[in-house]
């Protein structure tokens, strides 16, 4: 049996639940293609995703911690790998699609410049004046013109449903700049649940990560309410010695605690509003898709708790700093002699509008991790080969 694009449409006419976004409603790409005999849009979208050089750079890219720091910490990569699975997970319980989901989910990392957020502030800061720069904003130019793969068209020409997600892809780490894309209305339910999956994502994780490293400490993760809950759900004391097995554990646990949670007060607010159909999620004027009170309290604790504890850490802090003096170097050195640049890099200063800082900006931005301090030994240590 083979089973046709087509088939693959009406299934999820029959399945998916009426305010799930339906492949066979896109509002489509910019430049006209012909469709694929068996991947619905959103399947395409999600290959297309998958086999860009952005993607693939993902994996030497920081999300807390450099690459070099260890093997065994997250980068953006598995973080991104890890939404993906989670924003799958809730839209499958909601019966919504999971193919936009995974797509958006796989996407949203994408315009992320080496050494995560402080990569980020970083180039913001030498770019004042210049347009700025911020990840989100990256991500679309990424999609819509920088990954030159096709012919006929530049960026990968992803469907509407996709783009929308990523430019309304609303984190505390996040600036929504969704001009074109109905900044008035509301994202589809794909598109909320995966910016769910992003923080219950980066919550765990960090938390996990924290552990590991030793930067947390266990006395002090034990004072937060959310570990005592976890401790409570685990049949475990609220002191017990947070040995390898139950760090795995407790994770484990908070990760399904927030899919469910999600699941539960997302299908309740669905039924509160009378939700429909795509059209009543996008006009309604708050999300649909969110947690209860009480996890809301318990994830906020939890946020406060890694910001002043794991981000503000001395250890991180340095690597902060470090981060932000190579990009600093980097940007100023190409700047003041383009002709460093790569051929091809000095090659798209003529034909970009923003000109020499925006060239220069997209390059730094993405680099990896590994990739950006090699160049910055290149450049100023002159006993390395250039």
């Not at 009406?10 to 005999?37: C, F, H, N, Q, W």
């Not at 002191?239 to 407790?250: C, G, S, V, Y």
């Not at 798209?348 to 730094?364: A, N, S």
């Amino acid at each position: 049996m083979i089973v046709t694009r087509e088939a693959q449409e009406e299934r999820e006419r029959r399945i998916l639940a009426p305010y799930a976004m339906k492949s066979g409603d896109t509002r489509g790409r910019v430049y006209p293609e012909e469709e694929d005999p068996h991947r619905t849009p959103f399947q395409r979208d999600r290959d297309r995703i998958i086999h860009t050089t952005a993607f693939r750079r993902l994996e030497y890219k920081t999300q807390v911690f450099v690459y070099g720091e260890g093997d065994h910490y997250r980068n953006r990569l598995t973080h991104t790998i890890e939404v993906a699975q989670i924003g799958r997970s809730l839209a499958r319980a909601l019966g919504l699609n999971e193919d936009l989901t995974e797509a958006i989910c796989l996407a949203h990392d994408l315009g992320h410049p080496p050494f995560g957020h402080t990569g980020e502030a970083t180039l913001n800061e030498l770019m004042e004046g210049y347009g700025g720069f911020d990840h989100q904003r990256q991500t679309l130019r990424i999609v819509e013109k920088l990954e030159r793969r096709y012919p006929d068209f530049p960026g990968l020409n992803l469907t509407y449903e996709v783009r929308e997600g990523l430019v309304k892809h609303d984190t505390d780490y996040d600036v929504v700049h969704a001009e074109g894309y109905e900044p008035e209305k509301r994202g589809t339910l794909e598109c909320q649940i995966a910016n769910l999956a992003d923080e219950i994502a980066y919550n765990t994780a960090d938390l996990d990560d924290g552990l590991r490293s030793g930067i947390l400490r266990p006395e002090d993760v034990r004072q937060l309410e959310i570990w005592r809950v976890l401790m409570d759900a685990l049949n475990e004391p609220p002191d017990a010695p947070i040995t390898d097995m139950l760090r795995h554990r407790a994770i484990r646990r908070l990760v399904g605690m927030e899919i469910r949670d999600v699941i539960q007060t997302t299908h309740e607010r669905l039924e509160k509003y009378a939700i429909r159909s795509v059209e009543d999620v996008r006009n309604l004027d708050q999300n649909v898709a969110t947690y209860s009170r009480r996890l809301f309290y318990l994830n906020g604790e939890l946020k406060a708790f890694l910001m002043d504890h794991f981000y503000r850490h001395y250890r991180v802090m340095r690597m902060a700093a470090k981060a932000h003096r190579v990009l600093s170097a980097l940007f100023r050195a190409y700047i003041s002699e383009p002709r460093q640049l790569p051929w091809a890099t000095q090659q798209k200063i003529r034909e970009e509008p923003e000109g020499l800082h925006r060239v220069v900006c997209d390059y730094i931005a993405g680099m990896t991790d590994r990739y950006a301090l090699e160049e910055y030994q290149k450049l100023f240590d002159p006993m390395t080969r250039v």
